[in-house]
């Protein structure tokens, strides 16, 4: 069974830090392309940043910057450094595997408000 576990969201102030991770289970996590995905209220689901299986990573650029996309293959895990957070960036974050099957995490909230 394939589970994606989304750790680390929760309420920050406009220019505060929040660190996301994803634990990943039931599958080969090295060989996955791993990617965070945002999806705002009444908005629908966007791609944030993407890493390869060989850690290539590209962002939307709203995040370049400020974002940093790591995995660990060791722990089959896949963070989400995010810095100078802003209010747009409130969104339900995924966690998503991609490998010929595509497999997504329940989400997790990031809250960015003063």
């Known amino acids: 069974q394939v589970q994606l576990v989304e750790s680390g969201g929760g309420l920050v102030q406009p220019g505060g830090s929040l660190r996301l991770s994803c634990a990943a289970s039931?599958?080969?996590?090295?060989?996955?392309?791993m990617a965070w995905y945002r999806q705002a209220p009444g908005k629908q689901r966007d791609l944030v940043a993407a890493i390869s299986s060989r850690g290539s990573t590209n962002y939307v650029e709203s995040v370049k910057g400020r974002f940093t996309i790591s995995r660990d293959n060791t722990k089959n895990t896949v963070y989400l450094q995010m810095n100078s957070l802003k209010p747009e960036d409130t969104a339900v974050y995924y966690c998503?595997?991609?490998?010929?099957?595509?497999?997504w995490g329940q989400g997790t909230q990031v809250t960015v408000s003063s």
């Open positions: 039931g599958i080969t996590f090295s060989r996955y392309v």
């Open positions: 998503n595997a991609y490998y010929g099957s595509i497999y």
